[in-house]
Each structure stands twice: as structure tokens, then as C-alpha cells.
């Protein structure tokens, strides 16, 4: 396990997608393959079994297997985060366990969705899984319903095994935290450079950087904003339906995974696809994942 201060020096942490195989299982394969192409690019680590690696659709059988095999396989070489969080704090508590058992680096961890809690509960619930190693707490209230604000935050950074913040509710918050010592990451892709370059931000937790890794690369390592506002519309298209239908149907477009959706998810459709299309392969193809994109060939699709 790499230290928490180690684990801060990372600027570009990529929500890996889970690639599946025809039968629906999850493709090694080609997993390995995505991720290789991550660590090319400069990648400094992966958030495995997120939302964009669709851990909400997996079983904790194939969510744990597939943290064990990441460490396994790329911890020489990436940082290693398992998204063990659940808005079940006994479930949380025991895969946050089995995947330090495993060898992941940190945890990402979440506030209870659905079923909420209290701020109270909220605040225990988060208090139990980071007596147990390195984490960095999920702030997505459009997922949960339920923003962790500052009062929230800052008595849970005092915490030896806090890392951080995935921060979604803009730039102003991220600033008011790092001018306090506390570690933001954006987890909004569009927001990113900014966040970085403006607001102090540690980087970003990014689904774009499945796709064009080197150029997010680019976009923390420098100020660009030329780079950064060319790379808005195709941003925003990843974001046309709710994370991960497009970046799905994108790496299937470029030929990197299989034509195969876990359900509920299902492609863009055609429209959509050929929008995409036009935004991906305007962009140089040293830059894009796979190369040049096509529309899904709906003949192979598959839905699991």
C-alpha cells in the first residue's frame, strides 16, 4: 500500500470502465487491455468497480474479484482505489476490509443513497469505514441526494486515513477546501482544468480519460485553455445521458470492448452515436483510445 501522501500526488485518476465479454461476464481481457492504454498515457491511478466501472451493477463476488485482480496486476505501476462504499454501512465496512486484504491502495467512499440518514448518521457512517485504511469520500449529490457540505467535510479530514474529496459541487467548494489543506479532486470532468489550474485542485476523478487520457493528461499537467475548451463539446457528450451510457457506447464505437450493456443501461441512440462520432474522430486518433469511432453495429449488440 502506497502512503496517503503518496496517493496525493496524483493529479489524473481515471473511473476505469468494466469491459464485458458476449455472455455478459466481466472481460478480463479486454479490461487489461483498457487499462494498459491508462497507464501509456500517464495515468497515475484507477477508481475500480465506481460508477463509471458500473460496481453497482456487479455482484461483491465480481466487485471484489475484479479490485484483487487490478492489485494483482497493476499495482507496481497505478494506485489502485476499490469503490467499496455502500449506502449500507455493514456491507461498506466489509468490502473496505476484504479489499485492503486485497491490496488496494484507498477506498472510495460514499454517502448512504436511497436510504438516507441523518447528518448524524452520515457522519458515524463514514466515521466506521475510515477506521479501517486510506479513503477518499464521494460528494455527488445528484447521485444521493444529499450534499456533503463543509460541515460535514472538515471535521471528517481530521481523521488519519482521509485522503480526500471527489468533489461534484463546483469549483468555489473545491477552492474553499484546499485553502484549508484539504485535497480535492473535480468530479466533474468539464469543470476539471479549471478546478485544477484556478482552484487548487489535486486533479481530477475522471471518465473522459477512459477515452483521450493524454489529452486529460495534458489538461492537468498545463494550463491549456485552448485544449480544454476544444475538448468541451465532446465533454459534454459523454455526459448527454446519465455516466456510463455514453462512455460505454464510445469504447464500443472505437472498437476497444465488446458490443455489451449491463442492463439498465443501453446505448445512445443513432443520433446521439453519430454526434459522437463526429466530436471523436475530429480529434487527432494517436489521442483517442481504440482510434477512430463507428456507429454500434446493433446486429452485435448485446443486452445482459
Known amino acids: 500500500m502506497r502512503s496517503i501522501q503518496t496517493i496525493k500526488k496524483a493529479s489524473l485518476i481515471t473511473a476505469i470502465k468494466t469491459p464485458y465479454k458476449m455472455n455478459g461476464e466481466i472481460d478480463l481481457v479486454a479490461y ?3 487499462v494498459e492504454t491508462q497507464i501509456e498515457a500517464g495515468v497515475d491511478g484507477i477508481i475500480v468497480g465506481g460508477t463509471t466501472g458500473e460496481g453497482q451493477l456487479m455482484n461483491w463476488e465480481e466487485h471484489l474479484m475484479l479490485i484483487a485482480h487490478s492489485v494483482s496486476k497493476f499495482s507496481e505501476r497505478l494506485i489502485i482505489i476499490g469503490n467499496t462504499g455502500s449506502n449500507n454501512t455493514r456491507e461498506a465496512v466489509k468490502a473496505t476490509e476484504y479489499g485492503f486484504a486485497s491490496g488496494m491502495d484507498a477506498a472510495l467512499q460514499i454517502n448512504p443513497y436511497y436510504g438516507r440518514t441523518s447528518t448524524e448518521g452520515v457522519m458515524e457512517h463514514f466515521n466506521r ?5 486510506p479513503a477518499f469520500i464521494y460528494n ?4 444521493t441526494g444529499q450534499d456533503l457540505t463543509p460541515d460535514i467535510i472538515e471535521p471528517l479530514s481530521k481523521s488519519k486515513h ?3 474529496v471527489k468533489e461534484c459541487a463546483g469549483n468555489e467548494r473545491i477552492a474553499h477546501y484546499e485553502a484549508q489543506g484539504i485535497a480535492c479532486w473535480s468530479g466533474n470532468d468539464d469543470e476539471a482544468h ?3 489550474h484556478l482552484s487548487q485542485s489535486h486533479g481530477v476523478i475522471s471518465v473522459t480519460s477512459n477515452l483521450v487520457p493524454k489529452l486529460f493528461r495534458q489538461l492537468m499537467d498545463e494550463r491549456n ?3 480544454n475548451k476544444e475538448l468541451n463539446p465532446l465533454v459534454n457528450w459523454l455526459f448527454c445521458e446519465p455516466n456510463p451510457i455514453a462512455i460505454n457506447t464510445a469504447l464500443i464505437m472505437t472498437g476497444v470492448i465488446s458490443p455489451v450493456f449491463r442492463l439498465p443501461y443501453v446505448p445512445l441512440s443513432k443520433e446521439q452515436q453519430m454526434q459522437g462520432q463526429s466530436l ?4 487527432d486518433e494517436q489521442y483517442i483510445v ?8 446493433e446486429t452485435l449488440l448485446k443486452l445482459c
Open 140 to 143: 455527488v449529490p445528484g447521485r
Open 280 to 283: 471523436i474522430n475530429a480529434i
Open 129 to 133: 469505514v475510515l477506521e479501517i485504511g
Open 32 to 34: 487489461d487491455a483498457l
Open 162 to 164: 482521509f485522503i480526500g
Open 225 to 227: 485553455d485552448a485544449l
Open 290 to 297: 481504440g482510434g477512430k469511432a463507428n456507429l454500434v453495429d
Open 194 to 196: 479549471d478546478g485544477r
